[in-house]
C-alpha cells in the first residue's frame, strides 16, 4: 500500500456496519445474474427437441402425448402448449375452442414473469446509491457532530476525516453496485425482448396447430 490508499480491510471498516448491507444487495446481484443467464437461455424456455416432438404429436392428433411431454419438461413453451390443450378439453362438443385467447393469457404470464425477474437488478441497483447516501449522511453527521462535541482542537482533523472517510467509501461502494446492475439490467432486458418474441412465433403457430 503507498502512503495515500487504504486497503479494502480499511475501506471496509470506514464504511461501517452499511457496508454489510452492500456486501448483501451485491450477492443477490451477482446470484440474479447468473440465474438468469442459465434459465432464460433459449434451450431453457423453448427446447428444440420439445418443440419438435410436441408440434409432431398435435400434427398427428395425439395430444395425450403432447400433454406428457410438456408435463415432463416444464417451461415456457410448455405452459402455452398445456393453455391450449386445457382449452381444446374443457370446450363443450360442437364449440370451436377458444385456443388462441388461451394461448395469449399463458403468454402474458409467462412474458410478465420474464420481465418481473429482470426488474430485481433495476431495484437493487436503485437501491445501492440510496444506501451509500445514507452512508454520506451518516458520515458527515459524525464528523461535524464529533467536532462540535470536541474540546480538543487538535482532535478536531481526525474525526473529521473518520466521517469524511465513511461518507466517502459508502457512496463508492454504492456507485460500484448499482452500475454493473444497470448495465446488466439493460443487457438481460434486451436478451429478455428476444426470448418473448420467440414465444409470440410459437404462439402464433401452436394456434394454427389447432
Known amino acids: 500500500m503507498n502512503e495515500t490508499g487504504i486497503t479494502l480491510a480499511q475501506a471496509w471498516n470506514y464504511g461501517g456496519p452499511l457496508m454489510w448491507v452492500l456486501a448483501g444487495l451485491s450477492v443477490i446481484a451477482g446470484a440474479i ?72 393469457t399463458a403468454g402474458a404470464h409467462a412474458a410478465e414473469r420474464l420481465q418481473a425477474s429482470v426488474d430485481w437488478l433495476a431495484d437493487i441497483a436503485a437501491i445501492a446509491p440510496l444506501v451509500g447516501l445514507l452512508g454520506t449522511v451518516l458520515g458527515m453527521f459524525q464528523a461535524f457532530g464529533g467536532i462540535a462535541g470536541d ?6 482533523p481526525v474525526v473529521l476525516a473518520q466521517g469524511v472517510s465513511q461518507a466517502i467509501v459508502t457512496t463508492v461502494f454504492g456507485l460500484v453496485i448499482s452500475i454493473p446492475c444497470l448495465a446488466f439490467h439493460a443487457m438481460l432486458r434486451r436478451r429478455t425482448a428476444k426470448r418473448i418474441a420467440g414465444l409470440e412465433t410459437l404462439a402464433v403457430i401452436l394456434e394454427k396447430a389447432f
Open 33 to 104: 445474474v447468473l440465474y438468469l443467464l442459465f434459465a432464460q437461455r433459449r434451450g431453457a424456455l423453448a427446447p428444440r427437441t420439445l418443440v419438435s416432438d410436441v408440434f409432431s404429436k398435435l400434427q398427428a392428433g395425439d395430444h395425450g402425448e403432447a400433454r406428457r411431454l410438456c408435463d415432463r419438461r416444464p417451461c415456457a413453451f410448455s405452459s402455452l402448449v398445456l393453455a391450449a390443450l386445457d382449452s381444446v378439453r374443457t370446450t363443450p362438443a360442437g364449440q370451436r375452442p377458444s385456443v388462441s385467447q388461451a394461448v395469449e
Open 151 to 156: 474540546l480538543a482542537a487538535n482532535a478536531r
